[in-house]
């Protein structure tokens, strides 16, 4: 359910606080601020991924992007699922993928049985988004719970990147099938079953994963620590 004691932001509202250098507020998420958020820190910290400088894949932001937004870290909100602490890395192909700082990073997916925020009979629900501002080091850093599926789709998360109140980038998260189905076999996954679509047969993912495919360390038994790089020519 919605913390009553969080505060709620449009879009707009929540990236222009983001972007704005040395902005303060006095009252946000989880008592959390633009400029001082709360970083979750995993056991072992996610290594971003070190791939080929490539400006990431553009995605449709559908489905179900987000409404209003919290500007928060851990983005559960009581959900059940296997925890994953996600290390995304901003960077820009135009300078040789330099981390790119003060990036907002917008995230939202569904939860172990399929379902989205804030649509539908959960339209006033807003668990599983939030949006980040990345640090020095171009990282934002989120803690979450492993997505479940839906007809359709193979396993994903959405991401959207903006500079300075404009967005330069939307694209989405893919995972590795087999860890995918170690996971769908335990705990609050496992009456959904196995997702029947592979990355291969997705209409997002067809054309290739290489540059949208999440690394993972951990197990489907103590959760998981992921990274992924969003590259942007800005």
Not at 121 to 132: A, H
Not at 189 to 205: C, E, I, K, L
Request: with cysteine; proline share 6%.
């Amino acid at each position: 359910m919605k913390n009553s004691t969080s505060k709620q932001w449009t879009r707009r509202q929540a990236l222009g606080l983001l972007s704005a250098a040395g902005a303060a507020l006095s009252t946000a998420c989880n008592g959390e601020t633009p400029t001082s958020p709360t970083t979750t820190t995993p056991t072992t910290t996610p290594t971003p991924t070190a791939g080929a400088c490539v400006v990431s894949p553009t995605e449709t932001i559908g489905p179900f992007p987000s409404v209003s937004d919290f500007i928060r870290s851990d983005i559960r909100e009581g959900k059940p699922g296997l925890p994953v602490t996600l290390a995304i890395t901003v960077v820009n192909t135009n300078n040789a993928c330099a981390p790119v700082a003060n990036a907002s990073v917008d995230i939202w997916q569904c939860d172990a049985s399929g379902n989205y925020s804030q649509y539908g009979s959960e339209r006033n629900l807003t668990y599983l988004r939030g949006i980040q501002s990345t640090d020095a080091n171009g990282v934002a850093t989120f803690t979450t719970i492993y997505p479940g599926w839906y007809q359709g789709r193979a396993t994903h998360i959405h991401v959207e990147v903006s500079i300075n109140r404009r967005s330069v980038k939307v694209t989405q998260i893919a995972f590795p099938e087999d860890v995918t189905a170690s996971v769908y076999r335990t705990g609050v996954y496992a009456s959904g079953g196995q997702n029947p679509t592979t990355n291969a047969r997705d209409s997002v993912f067809a054309d290739g994963v290489s540059e949208e495919m999440a690394t993972l360390s951990g197990d489907p038994t103590n959760g998981y620590n992921a990274s992924f790089r969003v590259g942007v020519a800005v």
